[in-house]
């Protein structure tokens, strides 16, 4: 087989872009041809991070988005139609942990408060970004992928949409929703040849993780719990990304891929 530029001609919208895994897929998104829209709310770090593609050759560009903001989202979306002239991949990426974004290193092994101590406020945020930003980009996107002919929707989970532990309640639910969206969101637009995916990964050394491996005692659990004996690189999700996003995974909709070093097969 012949693999060269795996993403030749497409255009791809990635949230979360300006960070971590985000940030990772859409530089291997650029690699392989596709021209990338990538969007944050971290906006230096977005602009750093499209410097970085288009100073290596690729195309890139950044916009802010808040993924729970319906109007930015048919912004954005309209934005990478005009730039880029089609729409053919949406990486969904953005997410927050719920945990306390001043806080440093995690105390305990949890990073929310435990559902007894969670706010509605603190569950409905993690909700509004995690899963009805999950949501709003698919919906918003639809449209465009029907009219370039097909698409694919990649939308990032976690283990924590597969199984329960003591981390915060409120992060699992959000993740688990985004599992059951992608598969209703394959049954009902594979007729348009819409692809709709969910990756879970595993513990990866990200911004989102850091508080939590600053703890060692955090830190020597989880490495425990992962027969691979390493926590993930952003770049072990993204090839994941890759390959959903490109006509390799042509049949394949509705699936959840688990990048986690093995973890939740124990
Ligand atoms: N790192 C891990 O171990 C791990 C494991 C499983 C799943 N995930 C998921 O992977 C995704 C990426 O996380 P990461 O580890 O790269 O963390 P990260 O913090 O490096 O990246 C998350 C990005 O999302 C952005 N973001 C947050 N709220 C936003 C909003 N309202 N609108 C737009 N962008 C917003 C942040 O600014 C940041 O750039 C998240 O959905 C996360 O839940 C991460």
């Given at each position: 087989?012949?693999?060269?530029?795996?993403?030749?001609?497409?255009?791809?919208?990635?949230?979360?872009?300006?960070?971590?895994?985000?940030?990772?897929?859409?530089?291997?998104?650029?690699?392989?041809?596709?021209?990338?829209?990538?969007?944050?709310?971290?906006?230096?770090l977005g602009a750093t991070v499209v410097e970085e593609?288009?100073?290596?050759?690729?195309?890139?560009?950044?916009?802010?988005?808040?993924?729970?903001?319906?109007?930015?989202?048919?912004?954005?979306?309209?934005?990478?139609?005009?730039?880029?002239?089609?729409?053919?991949?949406?990486?969904?990426?953005?997410?927050?942990?719920?945990?306390?974004?001043?806080?440093?290193?995690?105390?305990?092994?949890?990073?929310?408060?435990?559902?007894?101590?969670?706010?509605?406020?603190?569950?409905?945020?993690?909700?509004?970004?995690?899963?009805?930003?999950?949501?709003?980009?698919?919906?918003?996107?639809?449209?465009?992928?029907?009219?370039?002919?097909?698409?694919?929707?990649?939308?990032?989970?976690?283990?924590?949409?597969?199984?329960?532990?003591?981390?915060n309640a409120g992060y699992h639910a959000s993740k688990?929703?985004?599992?059951?969206?992608?598969?209703?969101?394959?049954?009902?637009?594979?007729?348009?040849?819409?692809?709709?995916?969910?990756?879970?990964?595993?513990?990866?050394?990200?911004?989102?993780?850091?508080?939590?491996?600053?703890?060692?005692?955090?830190?020597?659990?989880?490495?425990?719990?992962?027969?691979?004996?390493?926590?993930?690189?952003?770049?072990?999700?993204?090839?994941?990304?890759?390959?959903l996003a490109s006509d390799e995974a042509s049949w394949?909709?509705?699936?959840?891929?688990?990048?986690?070093?093995?973890?939740?097969?124990?």
């Amino acid at each position: 087989m012949n693999i060269g530029k795996r993403l030749e001609g497409k255009v791809a919208i990635v949230t979360g872009g300006a960070s971590g895994i985000g940030a990772e897929t859409a530089r291997a998104f650029a690699a392989h041809g596709a021209s990338v829209m990538l969007a944050d709310v971290q906006d230096d770090l977005g602009a750093t991070v499209v410097e970085e593609i288009t100073g290596a050759g690729g195309t890139a560009r950044y916009m802010q988005l808040d993924v729970a903001d319906e109007a930015a989202w048919a912004e954005v979306v309209g934005a990478t139609v005009e730039a880029f002239g089609a729409l053919h991949v949406l990486g969904n990426i953005a997410g927050i942990s719920g945990r306390d974004p001043n806080m440093v290193v995690q105390t305990s092994g949890t990073a929310g408060p435990r559902l007894e101590d969670q706010t509605l406020e603190q569950w409905n945020r993690v909700m509004e970004i995690n899963a009805t930003g999950v949501f709003l980009g698919t919906k918003a996107s639809i449209p465009h992928m029907r009219e370039a002919g097909g698409g694919s929707i990649i939308n990032i989970s976690s283990i924590c949409g597969i199984v329960g532990s003591h981390a915060n309640a409120g992060y699992h639910a959000s993740k688990g929703a985004v599992r059951i969206f992608s598969k209703a969101a394959a049954v009902q637009y594979a007729p348009d040849k819409i692809r709709v995916n969910s990756i879970h990964p595993g513990f990866v050394d990200t911004p989102m993780t850091k508080p939590g491996h600053s703890n060692n005692e955090v830190a020597k659990a989880r490495m425990e719990a992962t027969p691979l004996g390493r926590f993930g690189r952003p770049e072990d999700i993204a090839m994941g990304c890759l390959y959903l996003a490109s006509d390799e995974a042509s049949w394949v909709t509705g699936s959840e891929l688990v990048i986690d070093g093995g973890m939740t097969a124990n």
